[in-house]
């Protein structure tokens, strides 16, 4: 789709760091995390100290509801306070190698 070459798969179930797994490969360069297209880093550039923390904060906010959805849909019997609780553990650095 798209000229892409195809999403690789990762068997977990969804988790993110199965996201990470598939991000990886496809870096295009592997000695960069990310490449930054000319125009969005102007544009980055462009924005304030506060839009950019902004830009961030709603990273984080995504984050977080996308891994919750994914703790409910593979627990739905679990209440708010164990997917909160999953949610922390799987956003710990520590944690990563074993979310």
């Not at 125009?39 to 904060?57: D, H, I, N, W, Y």
């Not at 708010?80 to 949610?87: A, C, K, L």
């Amino acid at each position: 789709m798209f000229g892409y070459p195809e999403m690789p798969t990762v068997g977990t179930g969804g988790h993110a760091h199965d996201m990470m797994v598939i991000m990886t490969r496809w870096r295009l360069d592997p000695g960069q995390i990310e490449v930054v297209d000319d125009a969005v880093a102007e544009a980055l550039r462009r924005k304030t100290p506060g839009q950019r923390m902004l830009m961030v904060s709603a990273g984080w906010t995504f984050a977080r509801r996308w891994i919750a959805a994914a703790v409910r849909s593979q627990h739905p019997d679990w209440d708010q306070r164990q997917v909160d609780d999953e949610v922390k553990r799987r956003l710990q650095p520590w944690n990563r190698k074993n979310s």
